[in-house]
């Protein structure tokens, strides 16, 4: 099996929220809506507040787990993801 992984840098002023991009450098992954979702749970109090990269702290609605079909037909998991939908 061959992977291949492109990194690129994006600023959007606005990101649709039917797509998905991806950041393997990423400490903190977000997601703006728990559709799809095939878990979540509240955050608990240490949880409730992130910090982006402008220095604003944004609220986390809730914390998920998901799985992505690609095109290929494998599955990509994502566990932990934190749901902000203001951001």
């Known amino acids: 099996m061959f992977l291949t992984l492109v990194c690129s840098e994006v600023n959007l002023a606005s990101v649709p929220r039917n797509t998905w991009w991806l950041d393997s450098g ?3 992954n977000i997601i703006v809506s728990i559709k799809d979702c ?3 749970r509240k ?3 240490s949880e409730r507040w992130i910090y982006v990269g ?3 702290s944004v609220e986390v ?3 998920g787990h998901f799985r992505l ?3 290929t037909g494998f599955l990509f ?3 932990r ?3 902000c939908t203001v951001i």
């Open 81 to 83: 993801h934190f749901c």
């Open 61 to 63: 609605e809730a914390i």
């Open 38 to 40: 095939l878990s979540y």
């Open 77 to 79: 998991g994502f566990e």
């Open 54 to 56: 402008d220095g604003k």
């Open 69 to 71: 079909l690609l095109c």
């Open 43 to 45: 955050p608990i109090d």
């Open 26 to 28: 990423a400490t903190t």
